[in-house]
């Protein structure tokens, strides 16, 4: 029994596309994976000499220009809202003095305002709630470190009990430079370094094929003495020695030997 006209044209368009498609799916799986290569291809320097990867470490010092405090006021009192009042009474009086001393708005910010029940323990009892503990921390850039002795002493005379620090720092702009000079001294080294390699080997440096940086900032540990001293029949300002702080700049530096 013949197959009809238009049976027989259907199953001739079927075989006639089959290779279409055949070679649309080849070519799609190509550009799939040349594209997959083409991400997943490892990075490649081309060389015909020899590769020395140096290691290379520089430090600059420089005396701290900013040094940062924490400083509040605890209070207690039998009731919550006590304890906060007297705390807001006693700290907008440390605040004026922060202000008088020349620190600028920017400078202070507010770092914690708690609030906490002060308990009664009592053996076989639950805890018994006594009191409340209020307190507000402020935290202070002072840019001008010779007066970081006078500005303590004029917090704790305003009622500031709590006083923590001092953190020292280098300005930005100071920073920047510190750490240029680091990078020179560090590049100078590798260079050094790669240059005796290639000369014992009998080489010599071709080029910098990369270099990577690593930095560190090593603070000075503050020194203060809290101690006031009578001199002159006058009370001494609190000692402060910012000593000095590190800034240092290590370098992965691979060089290109070759004859």
Request: glycine share 6%; charged share 20%.
């Amino acid at each position: 029994m013949s197959s009809s006209p238009s049976r027989q044209l259907s199953r001739t368009s079927r075989f006639a596309l089959r290779p279409l498609v055949l070679a649309a799916t080849l070519a799609l799986g190509a550009v799939t994976a040349m594209s997959a290569n083409a991400q997943t291809a490892p990075a490649y320097v081309a060389t015909d000499g020899t590769l020395l990867s140096v290691s290379a470490e520089s430090e600059v010092k420089r005396v701290p220009d900013i040094a940062v405090i924490s400083t509040g006021v605890v209070t207690q009192a039998a009731d919550a809202n006590g304890a906060m009042r007297a705390n807001a009474d006693q700290m907008a009086k440390v605040v004026a003095a922060i202000k008088a001393a020349g620190i600028a708005d920017r400078d202070i910010q507010t770092s914690g305002v708690n609030l906490n029940p002060q308990y009664r323990y009592a053996e076989n009892q639950p805890p018994v709630i006594t009191g409340y503990q209020a307190s507000n921390t402020v935290n202070l850039t002072v840019r001008d470190i010779a007066k970081l002795g006078k500005i303590l002493d004029a917090l704790v005379a305003t009622g500031a009990n709590q006083i923590n620090g001092p953190t020292f720092d280098i300005d930005d702009k100071v920073k920047a430079v510190a750490y240029d000079e680091a990078r020179r001294g560090a590049v100078e080294k590798a260079q050094a370094r790669a240059e005796m390699y290639a000369k014992t080997l009998g080489m010599k440096v071709r080029r910098i094929v990369s270099i990577s940086e690593g930095g560190r900032f090593n603070p000075p540990v503050p020194m203060m003495a809290m101690a006031r001293m009578e001199k002159a029949g006058a009370a001494a300002d609190t000692s402060i020695s910012p000593g000095e702080s590190a800034l240092s700049v290590n370098l992965d530096v691979v060089f290109e030997l070759g004859k």
